[in-house]
């Protein structure tokens, strides 16, 4: 391989760890109403502040063997797997996209989309300011790549709509942070791309929830985080959505 391209890929790789490693802040700090802009980052145990020495990404985790360094609590091996998919998800952009404006913001995206997953996980909500920071990143997307409006505006308003729709059918199938996600990824995504994705989290989803109830880890009537799937799926079909669909179209002669 070049070795510019190898340096280009270290690169992304440390840029996407330290970015990661902010969106631990993030995930944090927004469902318990804490400044994200002020303040330095503190020991949640302790509540010690933290010197720059404890916050390098990865690395701090293990040099610290998993502990605080003032109050010797465990830190959770969640927030360095969150750096390195971080510096994961970098290289994948940059690997999809090269040097193109699509790279900074895809990769963008997966980092919004991560704080969603890991809130909604946590909380069974989705924060506005993380749906808005979606819209943002939609809002740019009409300067770096070309789609019919027409396409972006089906994106937005078809899934959205129907979980509505499917509301009103049975009250609560749906959360209104997920509602709302899909509003600004579908015009992100298009209806083709938002079409792939949509049918990925539904399909996963639909799995996990079947492995729950035969594992008898939740009731029929219980409610799971839907925006990690919606988030996933949507990814994939931003980068692979038109691959994907052609492939499955072939299998039918389409």
Do not use: W
Not at 87 to 112: C, E, K, N, Q, R
């Amino acid at each position: 391989m070049n070795p510019i391209l190898i340096l280009c890929y270290l690169y992304c790789f440390v840029f996407g760890c330290c970015i990661a490693s902010f969106m631990n802040v993030v995930i944090y700090r927004l469902p318990r109403g804490i400044s994200i802009a002020k303040g330095r980052s503190f020991c949640a145990s302790c509540h010690h502040m933290l010197h720059a020495i404890d916050l390098i990404p990865i690395l701090s985790y293990v040099f610290l063997k998993g502990r605080c360094r003032y109050c010797h609590a465990k830190i959770s091996i969640r927030h360095p797997l969150i750096e390195l998919v971080g510096g994961l998800f970098a290289m994948l952009s940059f690997a999809h996209y090269g040097f193109s404006p699509m790279t900074p913001l895809a990769f963008s995206l997966a980092m919004v989309l991560m704080a969603i997953t890991m809130i909604d996980i946590d909380t069974m909500t989705i924060p506005d300011q993380l749906n808005i920071a979606v819209g943002v990143i939609a809002v740019v997307s009409l300067f770096v790549y070309q789609m019919p409006l027409l396409q972006r505006i089906l994106g937005a308003l078809v899934f959205s709509g129907g979980m509505i729709g499917i509301n009103l059918l049975k009250k609560d199938s749906f959360g209104g942070g997920d509602i709302k996600l899909c509003i600004p990824l579908g015009f992100l995504l298009g209806i083709m791309n938002m079409t792939v994705g949509m049918f990925l989290a539904i399909l996963v989803a639909g799995i996990y929830a079947i492995i729950l109830l035969l594992t008898h880890n939740t009731k029929l009537q219980s409610h799971m985080a839907f925006g990690p799937f919606i988030c996933g799926g949507c990814f994939i079909g931003m980068l692979y959505g038109g691959q994907l669909a052609t492939s499955y179209l072939s299998l039918f002669g389409l």
